[in-house]
């Protein structure tokens, strides 16, 4: 049975930084690849990030270009969503995913 389960969510304060992680079980990233998706109060949920490890392929939205970025580990079973100066903006629900799976989501409040 394939999981994505994610943590690393939480409050921080605009200009800060966040590492979300999302660790899957039943298949690997590099094989899959990622993306990650927000959803905030009252909005849609909207893409943000994608990588695929076995193109070299790597997309941001506008919204997070250049402040966000997508790792993996050795293994390639835990993927990792590097959020720096974050924004107001940026509050929202937070999901990883696969073609077929999603996270259970994990709460990101930016706010002083």
């Known amino acids: 049975q394939v999981q994505l389960v994610q943590s690393g969510g939480g409050l921080v304060q605009p200009g800060g930084s966040l590492r979300l992680s999302c660790v899957a079980s039943g298949l690997t990233f590099e094989e899959h690849g990622v993306a990650w998706y927000r959803q905030a109060p009252g909005k849609e949920r909207e893409w943000i990030a994608g990588?695929?490890?076995?193109?070299?392929?790597?997309f941001y939205s506008e919204a997070v270009k250049g402040r966000f970025s997508i790792s993996r580990d050795d293994a390639g079973t835990t993927v990792y969503l590097h959020m720096n100066t974050l924004r107001p903006e940026d509050t929202a629900v937070y999901y990883c995913a696969t073609e077929d799976y999603w996270g259970q989501g994990t709460q990101v409040t930016v706010s002083s």
């Open positions: 990588r695929r490890w076995d193109t070299g392929n790597e």
